[in-house]
């Protein structure tokens, strides 16, 4: 990943957090499709339990991943496809630079790809000197503006349509104007001539299936179907988690990747594509290219506490129903992912101590899980990566936290397990703390280490007789 910010997510978080603008974006857009997603998983025929069996379906594959991936490389090739296996973004990147200048290609279009914005493509183009033009319309307005996606389907969703006027107006000289349709004309027509001229298509791939070596791509304005057909040259980028054995198991997860990602029951435009074209296809590329991303997902996938990360599909539903994703948005993760799969994966990519206040931010509410399409248990992963935070695992490269906070909570461990002793510990906690500012009855800072817990709101004291002491003197005959 490029350009990571993570340690700056707590003031980002707050930034974004002052912003109306942004705040109105994210509402609208939460509102949107939280619910609309949960509506359209009742409306399965199968009912919403068919994320369970989706779940099984990324399970089971992930944990034959290298046998599928064979399959997946194997059945291109025999399709007349080229298939690389990059263990890092930097082999990636190498190989789409070398297939480039074999290709002796001066333009690039590509197709909205999250795992190309993980392995920074575009930079690396544009640094050998190769023009890259982002074809899907909210990467090509994020693009103009020099921003990074702040949503996962939805990169562009933290602009309103004025600024966008305004960023036309600027960068390709359309006269201003707020409206959608104007808008999305103008962008058409620069971008019409951006695929006539281009000598590569480079795109991400949602997923790829072993048994028939098709990859799937979805788009809203059927702009891929262009980026892969029309240049001479396709190269698609995937992470190796992407794939699935059969056509059966594909067809599933498609149904809710669509329902996830845009509460719609199928992506607005799909396209499958197999290969280079040929004598009884020839609106395909002259050569097909596909490139199976490592980078960092065989250590989480040797590790079990996280290897069930690798079964999402990036439909961004978790996105749409957190609460933390609600209020700050995606460009304060300072990552490629954002939101709750944002939060468990990054730490994991990038290292867990660089990127611990992601998952620490997180409320452990369960809205993630209860959106995702393939049911992820993000929740217990969050709190997997707080403990190895704590506890400290050289596995992952964390030390454990400070020895204060450690003796403070085995200290709470003590008292919990010696009920007398926890008692009178309450009894002495709400003495001191009559010495504590308070605001309308509540403690409003806190002093040393439980300082964190006022910073942004304020506490109920401990009371003076405890719950215990109340019941035994209730009447409960009434
Ligand atoms: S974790 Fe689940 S909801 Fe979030 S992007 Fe992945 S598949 Fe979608």
């Given at each position: 990943m490029t350009d990571i910010t993570t340690q700056q997510y707590v003031q980002a978080g707050r930034e974004a957090m002052k912003d109306d603008i942004l705040q109105s974006a994210l509402a609208n857009v939460q509102g949107r499709l939280g619910p609309g997603t949960q509506a359209a998983y009742r409306n399965l025929p199968e009912g919403p339990d068919l994320r369970l069996k989706a779940h099984e379906i990324r399970e089971k594959t992930i944990n034959n991943l290298d046998i599928v991936l064979e399959t997946l490389a194997d059945t291109i090739r025999k399709r007349g496809g080229k298939v690389f296996f990059a263990r890092t973004k930097e082999e990636a990147v190498a190989y789409c630079l070398k297939v480039a200048q074999a290709n002796k290609v001066k333009q690039v279009v590509k197709g909205k790809s999250m795992v190309t914005e993980e392995i920074g493509l575009n930079k690396n183009l544009e640094a050998a000197g190769i023009q890259v033009s982002e074809t899907d319309l909210g990467e090509y307005i994020i693009q103009l503006a020099g921003e990074k996606p702040s949503h996962i389907i939805a990169p562009a969703i933290h602009k309103t349509r004025q600024q966008v006027g305004k960023l036309f107006s600027e960068k390709i000289g359309t006269p201003y104007t707020e409206d959608p349709a104007t808008l999305t004309g103008a962008a058409r027509k620069a971008l019409r001539e951006k695929f006539l001229s281009?000598?590569?298509?480079?795109?991400?791939?949602?997923?790829?299936?072993?048994?028939?070596?098709?990859?799937?791509?979805?788009?809203?304005?059927?702009?891929?179907?262009?980026?892969?057909?029309?240049?001479?040259?396709?190269?698609?980028?995937?992470?190796?988690?992407?794939?699935?054995?059969?056509?059966?198991?594909?067809?599933?997860?498609?149904?809710?990747?669509?329902?996830?990602?845009?509460?719609?029951?199928?992506?607005?435009?799909?396209?499958?594509?197999?290969?280079?074209?040929?004598?009884?296809?020839?609106?395909?590329?002259?050569?097909?290219?596909?490139?199976?991303?490592?980078?960092?997902?065989?250590?989480?996938?040797?590790?079990?506490?996280?290897?069930?990360?690798?079964?999402?599909?990036?439909?961004?539903?978790?996105?749409?129903?957190?609460?933390?994703?609600?209020?700050?948005?995606?460009?304060?993760?300072?990552?490629?992912?954002?939101?709750?799969?944002?939060?468990?994966?990054?730490?994991?990519?990038?290292?867990?101590?660089?990127?611990?206040?992601?998952?620490?931010?997180?409320?452990?509410?369960?809205?993630?899980?209860?959106?995702?399409?393939?049911?992820?248990?993000?929740?217990?992963?969050?709190?997997e990566l707080r403990f190895r935070l704590a506890e400290g695992d050289p596995a992952w490269g964390t030390t454990p936290v400070s020895r204060m906070e450690r003796l403070g909570y085995q200290g709470f461990a003590f008292l919990a397990g010696h009920p007398r002793l926890y008692g009178i510990a309450l009894k002495l906690g709400a003495v001191a703390e009559k010495l504590f500012p308070k605001n309308k009855d509540m403690i409003s800072r806190m002093p040393g280490l439980g300082a964190g817990w006022t910073v942004s709101r304020d506490i109920r004291p401990v009371s003076g007789r405890p719950f215990r002491e109340r019941w035994k003197s209730m009447d409960r005959k009434n």
């Open positions: 281009a000598d590569m298509g480079i795109t991400g791939c949602n997923l790829a299936c072993a048994e028939t070596g098709h990859i799937s791509l979805v788009s809203n304005e059927g702009n891929i179907r262009m980026a892969t057909t029309l240049p001479k040259v396709h190269v698609a980028v995937m992470g190796m988690e992407r794939v699935v054995p059969n056509l059966e198991d594909h067809e599933i997860l498609f149904r809710l990747l669509s329902r996830g990602a845009a509460a719609q029951k199928l992506g607005g435009c799909v396209s499958y594509i197999g290969g280079p074209g040929g004598p009884d296809f020839p609106d395909g590329p002259e050569a097909f290219h596909l490139v199976i991303l490592d980078n960092g997902r065989s250590r989480i996938l040797a590790d079990p506490a996280f290897r069930e990360i690798l079964c999402c599909i990036r439909c961004s539903a978790c996105l749409n129903a957190c609460p933390v994703y609600g209020k700050i948005s995606g460009h304060a993760y300072g990552a490629t992912y954002c939101g709750p799969i944002g939060a468990v994966l990054t730490p994991l990519m990038v290292g867990m101590n660089r990127a611990k206040d992601l998952c620490l931010g997180e409320s452990l509410c369960g809205a993630c899980q209860q959106a995702c399409s393939v049911n992820i248990d993000l929740p217990r992963m969050l709190r």
